[in-house]
């Protein structure tokens, strides 16, 4: 199965600052079928970029992804009070799909 | 608006059984891939089993094959979770998701299944 890395672990920000999130796989995801996901305690996760790069519907554009094969990146150019939460990348190109550990970003 | 309601979970005994059940709308349900996705107290996300839009087609994480069996009625607009055999390592929220083949779109809110004497 495809392992997913995720770092760093815990990322410390303010609001209006920029947040860059890595996932990185154990072998080559194929078609780039890498997505990113929003989660807060309490809520149903939300989909945020699938493919890589394509935001999901009534995702703001702040929120932007990118990489390809092992290495991917998600980036939020500023963020809102609404987006400290857990992120995590999943990759839905082989069976089983797999899940990263997660980035926390927290409220610095 | 698309809703995905799950219930059922609680307190159960090691070995023990538990029915999950989710209530689906504002989407086409039998248009979708539906899953049960996982996260233990203080861990990440863990996919547990998926089943087809007509539901001929199934399959399921390795710690849970043989224990749990996944099904949908889409006459019904619902999905279920079948656990039996159930660990403590089972204990968990669990979600609801519908899917475009592996792709998770819509979640729900999860249930929380404790495994404990």
């Known amino acids: 199965e495809i392992v997913l890395t995720q770092s760093p672990g815990t990322l410390s920000l303010s609001p209006g600052e920029r947040a860059t999130l890595s996932c990185r796989a154990s072998?080559?995801?194929?078609?780039?079928?890498l997505a990113w996901y929003h989660h807060k305690p309490g809520q149903a996760p939300r989909l945020l970029i699938h493919?890589?790069?394509i935001r999901a519907t009534d995702i703001p554009d702040r929120f932007s992804g990118s990489g390809s094969g092992t290495d991917f990146t998600l980036i939020i150019s500023r963020l809102e009070p609404e987006d400290f939460a857990v992120y995590y990348c999943?990759?839905?190109?082989?069976?089983?799909?797999?899940f990263g550990g997660g980035t926390r970003v927290d409220i610095k | 608006e698309v809703q995905l309601v799950e219930s059922g979970g609680g307190l159960v005994q090691p070995g023990g059984s538990l029915r999950l059940s989710c209530a689906a709308s504002?989407?086409?349900?039998?248009?979708?891939?539906m899953n049960w996705v996982r996260q233990a107290p203080g861990k990440g996300l863990e996919w547990v089993a998926i089943?087809?839009?007509?539901?001929?087609?199934?399959s399921y994480v390795d710690s849970v094959k043989g224990r749990f069996t996944i099904s949908r009625d889409n006459a019904k607009n619902s999905l279920y979770l079948e656990m039996n055999t159930l660990r403590a390592e089972d204990t968990a929220v669990y979600y609801c998701?519908?899917?475009?083949?592996?792709?998770?779109?819509?979640w729900g809110q999860g249930t929380l299944v404790t495994v404990s004497s």
């Open positions: 998701v519908g899917s475009t083949g592996w792709l998770l779109h819509y």
């Open positions: 504002g989407f086409t349900f039998s248009s979708f891939w």
């Open positions: 089943v087809k839009q007509d539901g001929s087609v199934k």
């Open positions: 072998q080559s995801v194929g078609r780039n079928f």
């Open positions: 493919t890589a790069s």
């Open positions: 999943q990759q839905y190109a082989d069976s089983p799909l797999t």
